[in-house]
C-alpha cells in the first residue's frame, strides 16, 4: 500500500503532462524556435529563429544572433512551466510542431514580434503581421542586417 502511495504521489508531482494535443511542464531551451519538456521535442509553429552559430550583422559589427535568440527565449520564459498546444503528427525531425504558451502568452508571436525570430511563411502565414511590426520598428534583427535562418541552414 505504501508503495502504491509513494508511486502516485511521484506520478501527480512530475513537471510534465501530455493530455492530447497538449504538452505542458518545465520546458529546457534549445534555440530560439525549439524547447523540449521532458522527452518531448518541440519545433515553434510558425516561426524560425537565427542559428545557433549564425551571425548578423548590426552597426557594421558581426554578433551571434542565433544566441541572442535563444538567450531571449529562456529569459522571456525565466522559471515558468510552458503549455504547448501541439499537432498530433511529428515532423522529419520527430519533433512537435506546436504553439508555446507561458500563460496566455503566445511565445511563438512575441519572438516574432520582438524581432528575436521571422515569420515562417513556408509553413505559417500566422505571425506576417508580428514581423512587419518588428521591421516597421527596427526591433531585434530588424536593426541590422541578416539572412534569413532557412537560407543560413542551406549554406552552412
Given at each position: 500500500?505504501?508503495?502504491?502511495?509513494?508511486?502516485?504521489?511521484?506520478?501527480?508531482?512530475?513537471?510534465?503532462?501530455?493530455?492530447?494535443?497538449?504538452?505542458?511542464?518545465?520546458?529546457?531551451?534549445?534555440?530560439?524556435?525549439?524547447?523540449?519538456?521532458?522527452?518531448?521535442?518541440?519545433?515553434?509553429?510558425?516561426?524560425?529563429?537565427?542559428?545557433?552559430?549564425?551571425?548578423?550583422?548590426?552597426?557594421?559589427?558581426?554578433?551571434?544572433?542565433?544566441?541572442?535568440?535563444?538567450?531571449?527565449?529562456?529569459?522571456?520564459?525565466?522559471?515558468?512551466?510552458?503549455?504547448?498546444?501541439?499537432?498530433?503528427?511529428?515532423d522529419r525531425y520527430n519533433r512537435f510542431?506546436?504553439?508555446?504558451?507561458?500563460?496566455?502568452?503566445?511565445?511563438?508571436?512575441?519572438?516574432?514580434?520582438?524581432?528575436?525570430?521571422?515569420?515562417?511563411?513556408?509553413?505559417?502565414?500566422?505571425?506576417?503581421?508580428?514581423?512587419?511590426?518588428?521591421?516597421?520598428?527596427?526591433?531585434?534583427?530588424?536593426?541590422?542586417?541578416?539572412?534569413?535562418?532557412?537560407?543560413?541552414?542551406?549554406?552552412?
Amino acid at each position: 500500500m505504501k508503495k502504491l502511495i509513494l508511486i502516485t504521489i511521484i506520478l501527480l508531482n512530475l513537471n510534465v503532462k501530455v493530455i492530447a494535443n497538449e504538452i505542458y511542464g518545465f520546458p529546457v531551451i534549445t534555440d530560439g524556435d525549439t524547447i523540449k519538456i521532458s522527452n518531448n521535442k518541440i519545433r515553434m509553429h510558425g516561426i524560425d529563429a537565427p542559428e545557433k552559430n549564425q551571425k548578423c550583422t548590426k552597426n557594421k559589427k558581426k554578433y551571434n544572433c542565433g544566441t541572442v535568440a535563444t538567450k531571449a527565449l529562456i529569459n522571456k520564459i525565466s522559471e515558468n512551466a510552458v503549455k504547448c498546444l501541439t499537432q498530433k503528427k511529428k515532423d522529419r525531425y520527430n519533433r512537435f510542431i506546436g504553439v508555446c504558451f507561458v500563460e496566455q502568452e503566445d511565445l511563438n508571436k512575441w519572438m516574432v514580434r520582438n524581432g528575436y525570430a521571422i515569420s515562417y511563411r513556408r509553413y505559417s502565414k500566422d505571425y506576417i503581421l508580428d514581423e512587419e511590426y518588428a521591421k516597421i520598428n527596427k526591433l531585434g534583427l530588424w536593426s541590422g542586417s541578416f539572412l534569413k535562418p532557412e537560407k543560413w541552414r542551406k549554406l552552412n
